[in-house]
């Protein structure tokens, strides 16, 4: 569903950018959500021609796990418009899972290549490393520059505007539906 007033959400889209892409490691945690299309939905066969079809109608709240499948769907889209306008392979994000230390559990994890890049050379540097914090300033620095550029390609791209509007609608009723549950 297209926006009203595009025009007007420049602090808007700032805001639900930085939801996106903060919001990512949560999502395919626990209920088996894989990286796959698959929501849950099955396909059920079509009845012949000379059978009649009957109506149904099914109201209800959507599931978590329907709602995480939807989120990982929502990141492709926006991630995949934000990979082919971005000029700079450094702030390309790429999606995989990751094995969550101490369980067998995996989480879904979105990192730009900097990021990635910055984390894996901390790592291998770690024996003679001695500037304490500077992954995590580098990383605060390079995402503030990803965050800019995202708004303002949300800004030219109405597609990529309404994908993020998308995912922090879904990301919120996550949230809702996870509350529910715990209640």
Request: aromatic share 6%.
């Amino acid at each position: 569903m297209p926006r009203e007033n595009p025009d007007n959400d420049r602090g808007l889209i700032a805001s639900l950018v930085v939801i996106a892409m903060l919001a990512g490691p949560a999502v395919a945690q626990e209920a088996g959500v894989t990286d796959s299309d698959d929501d849950g939905w099955e396909l059920v066969t079509r009845p012949s021609d000379d059978e009649p079809v009957e109506e149904i109608t099914v109201y209800g709240e959507r599931t978590v796990p329907a709602l995480k499948a939807q989120i990982i769907r929502a990141d492709r889209r926006i991630y995949g418009i934000w990979n082919e306008m971005n000029d700079d392979r450094e702030f390309d994000v790429h999606c995989r899972l990751e094995g969550v230390y101490g369980s067998r559990r995996k989480e879904r994890i979105c990192l730009p290549a900097f990021e990635h890049g910055v984390l894996e050379e901390a790592w291998y540097d770690l024996g003679t490393w001695t500037g304490a914090g500077r992954p995590q300033a580098e990383i605060r620095s390079k995402r503030e520059i990803m965050r800019q550029k995202m708004i303002e390609f949300a800004e030219q791209n109405p597609e990529l505007a309404e994908a993020i509007f998308q995912r922090a609608r879904l990301q919120r009723e996550l949230a809702e539906a996870e509350a529910r549950d715990d209640e």
